[in-house]
């Protein structure tokens, strides 16, 4: 039974609240369904929401990821095997169809699956019926189908990757979730929200919130990564911002770095990143350089390459 409540999405763009409508309204219909987006925007996190929202909410989701296994490998896990059915087969392994059974399965990066494995759930889809590994009889399930990709499914049709008469059942209609790029107005709530989680989680009393430089630098980022990319920019960001009880003042964007500390803020003029953090410090440079995630050594390297160290004073 599927009791658990989905992560709910947040957000407040225009683009982001007529995607939650459209899975509102396409929710409670019992058809196959297709989820597309770029890597990183939330597709397993809608997929939820569509079985969540249905009359089948209080039976099992069962979640799949077709890229993480080879065609023989995945054909087993959807459709089960039966015993001896290859080498290591020593017994029985029921299918995720029979798991899924009266609920909804979520078959993510479906664009991965071989064509063999298309046709055989396009006949699940069509008929609710299959038949294990090395099996005669057939079993029958009552299944919602749920898909995702990031890919142009029309497009590996017509290069021959993806059956079209699969295509053509799996989207009954087709959920496109907006990048975080056209959702301007929802990074800096997502931001502030993973931040307050990040926070409980390393037990800090408080965040006390992004400055004006971050503010900027998240909105400048063009989120290649969408959410998943923000996420993990401000966790990375806020454990490694050990001055907790001021405000974030570096974004840690890129985690591959030149130094051993990573670069300031992609998209944000380093001398501008450095005035504004000595002056949040009150030109401490230790207290800077711990803020900063550099050494103090680091530090001035940079302030003397920017011409912001103060020249020492000739001796009398």
């Known amino acids: 039974m599927n009791t658990d409540t989905p992560a ?28 597309i987006g770029e890597r990183g925007t939330g597709k397993e996190v809608v997929a939820s929401r569509l079985a969540y929202l249905s009359p089948r ?39 995720r169809f029979e798991m899924a059974d009266r609920g909804t399965i979520f078959l993510d990066e479906i664009a991965n699956a071989s064509l063999a494995v298309q046709e055989k759930l396009l006949r699940v889809i069509e008929y609710g019926r299959f038949e294990r590994v090395g099996g005669s009889e057939p079993v029958r399930v009552d299944v919602r189908v749920i898909a995702a990709t990031h890919e142009d499914l029309p497009a590996l049709v017509r290069a021959g990757r993806f059956r079209a008469d699969f ?68 966790e990375r960001s806020l454990y490694r911002h050990t001055a907790w009880r001021e405000r974030l003042s570096l974004l840690r964007i890129d985690p591959f770095g030149p130094t051993a500390a990573p670069d300031l803020v992609a998209a944000a003029d380093e001398r501008v990143q450095l005035e504004r953090a000595l002056q949040a410090h009150q030109f401490n440079q230790r207290r800077t350089a711990q803020a900063l995630g550099l050494s103090y050594d680091q530090l001035r390297h940079r302030l003397r390459r920017h011409g912001l160290l103060a020249p020492r004073a000739p001796r009398s």
Request: hydrophobic share 50%; net charge negative; aromatic share 8%.
């Open 8 to 35: 709910t999405p947040i957000g407040q763009s225009p683009a982001f609240l007529a995607m939650l409508a459209h899975v509102s309204d396409l929710a409670p219909i019992d058809r196959p369904v297709l989820v």
């Open 57 to 95: 909410w209080s039976q099992s989701l069962v979640k799949l990821n077709c890229a993480a296994l080879a065609e023989s490998l995945l054909d087993s896990e959807l459709f089960g095997h039966e015993a001896g059915a290859f080498t290591g087969a020593v017994r029985r392994r029921v299918s």
């Open 167 to 234: 295509l053509d059942r799996l989207a009954f209609d087709v959920i496109r979730i907006p990048p975080l790029r056209a959702r301007g107005e929802d990074i800096l709530l997502l931001a502030d929200y993973f931040a307050q989680k990040m926070t409980a989680e390393l037990g800090r009393a408080f965040f006390a919130g992004f400055d004006e430089a971050a503010q900027a630098s998240l909105l400048a980022h063009d989120w290649p990564g969408n959410v998943r990319e923000l996420r993990n920019v401000v």
